[in-house]
């Protein structure tokens, strides 16, 4: 059974994954949680700025941020990205929620093809906020925040020597990589008291050709509901080809 966490002070439960994010959040009773887009991509350290200032205008604590989506220039190396890593705990371990290898935040990361920012950025964040507190109708479903996954189980010491079907791009290789990514998805739902039929978006990321495989394999297993946005984006390490990640807010905004 999947390990679940309660981090108190924002609200939110969370899957214990890896220190850089956490398998994905769910609202705590009395609480739920929103999604805010940004209106162009902001880069780390300013869009850290505006989430903390978005936060304190709603009156919410900094421990409330809960999910993050970056989008970065072209995927890393693994020491690359390490010190991605290591650069975005700093903030949340000074805002009190990280702690150590323990990091609550949900989160994707994934590098467009076309138009890609000129370093990493904010594409969106959540946050948790106490249920009702919006004029807007409140879902009845569980708000959560499924963090992205790609082909490879996570905590390795490294993504090459475990990435599902590395390498091989060819329709088997495709398939055996979206039924490991969708099975991981299915669990971090299952864990976080959710299901598919409670998703309001779902994404796929991959700049390979899974049409066949959107119809025969990705929709039928459950994302039928929302519908799956298939975003021309490639995962954030060298050798990983595809991600996927599924959220189901109370709200959504554009900032």
């Known amino acids: 059974m999947t390990d679940v966490r309660v981090f108190d002070a924002g609200g939110y439960r969370y899957i214990p994954a890896v220190f850089q994010y956490s398998g994905g959040v769910a609202a705590q009773p009395g609480f739920e949680l929103e999604r805010a887009r940004f209106s162009r991509p902001l880069p780390l350290a300013e869009g850290f700025a505006a989430i903390e200032a978005h936060l304190r205008r709603l009156g919410r604590p900094l421990t409330a941020f809960c999910g993050c989506e970056l989008r970065s220039p072209a995927p890393f190396s693994e020491e690359g990205f390490r010190e991605l890593n290591q650069s975005y705990a700093k903030t949340l371990i000074s805002w009190n929620i990280a ?15 076309i138009d890609p920012p000129a370093e990493v950025s904010f594409h969106a964040f959540s946050y948790s906020v106490p249920a009702g507190g919006s004029s807007a109708p409140r879902r009845a479903a569980p708000s959560f925040v ?7 189980p ?39 008291g959710a299901a598919w039929s ?33 975003q021309w984006c490639r995962p954030p390490v060298v050798d990983l080809e595809f991600e996927m990640d599924v959220r189901g807010p109370a709200r959504e905004l554009i900032i």
């Open 99 to 113: 702690r150590g290898d323990d990091n609550p935040v949900a989160r994707s990361n994934v590098c467009p093809l």
């Open 146 to 152: 499924v963090s992205g996954g790609a082909e490879c």
């Open 198 to 230: 409670d998703a309001t978006a779902a994404h796929v990321y991959t700049i390979h050709d899974i049409g066949k495989l959107m119809g025969a394999d990705i929709m039928p297993r459950g994302p039928h509901g929302c519908g799956v946005t298939w």
């Open 154 to 192: 996570e905590g390795k010491s490294n993504y090459r020597d475990h990435i599902i079907a590395r390498g091989d791009t060819s329709a088997s290789g495709l398939r055996d990589k979206v039924h490991y990514v969708l099975a991981a998805m299915e669990a971090r739902l299952d864990a976080l």
